[in-house]
């Protein structure tokens, strides 16, 4: 059983195209984040939520719309694709607030053409 | 802002040898988590190190807390062609109220056999 599940695993665009990520997990978590991973694999947080409620937005274009429907699921949409988008997204959860232990699901290769 | 510095950014060794990761910061921290990621695979959480000083072994896999919590360094004994992937650094950083997780740009490590 995965833990944190993503999908899809990779996903292939045009600009201006709009697409949607999705995350579970089975953890019990009531913590849900993305992250995105960029070529040099640096990953910087997106959005975080707790118990459905956003809790950290990092200075994201308002083209990336997360949306927690419940505590077990994180989805995010991504409105009007830009070749810039194109990096590796993360989702991941965790027990509580600022918990130190985080479990990252496989990520969703994201690649705009 | 890069609170975290890793270094070196890429490091490639032979089996048996011995090698040492660097994560830096001017800024203290509550925790430090290393974490390990294999290509096509989200971070896998290795060690968290809490107390200033603090020592921890994972097999082969040495992990140091810097006295003012400023620093970490992982240390591999007798690397193995297993041990391959990218090691990543990341705190919580003392001052955010958020607990949100910063990231070291990462070491990919390749061990050759």
């Known amino acids: 059983d995965t833990a944190v599940s993503q999908t899809p695993k990779y996903l292939v665009t045009q600009m201006g195209n709009d697409k949607s990520i999705k995350c579970e997990q089975n953890?019990?978590?009531?913590?849900m984040y993305w992250y995105k991973q960029d070529s040099k694999k640096f990953l910087k947080i997106m959005f975080s939520?707790?118990?459905?409620?956003?809790?950290i937005n990092e200075t994201v274009p308002n083209r990336f719309s997360p949306k927690s429907p419940d505590k077990a699921h994180l989805n995010l949409h991504i409105n009007s694709l830009e070749l810039g988008d194109s990096a590796v997204y993360f989702c991941?959860?965790?027990?509580?607030?600022?918990?130190?232990?985080?479990?990252f699901g496989a990520g969703t290769r994201l690649s705009v053409l | 802002t890069q609170l975290l510095e890793q270094s070196p950014q890429f490091l490639s060794i032979q089996e048996g040898e011995n090698l040492t990761v660097y994560c830096n910061s001017s800024?203290?921290?509550?925790?430090l988590q290393w974490y390990r990621q294999e290509p096509g695979e989200g971070p896998v959480l290795l060690v968290t190190v809490v107390t200033g000083g603090e020592v921890k072994k994972l097999k082969r896999l040495t992990f140091q807390f810097g006295d003012a919590r400023k620093d970490s360094s992982l240390h591999i004994t007798a690397a193995q062609p297993g041990d391959t992937g990218l090691y990543l650094c990341?705190?919580?950083?003392?001052?955010?109220?958020?607990?949100?997780?910063?990231f070291g740009r990462g070491t990919q490590l390749t061990v050759w056999p």
């Open positions: 991941a959860s965790s027990h509580g607030q600022g918990a130190r232990i985080q479990y």
């Open positions: 939520y707790n118990n459905k409620e956003l809790i």
């Open positions: 953890l019990g978590h009531d913590t």
């Open positions: 800024s203290v921290f509550s925790s």
């Open positions: 990341a705190g919580v950083w003392r001052g955010s109220t958020l607990g949100r997780l910063y």
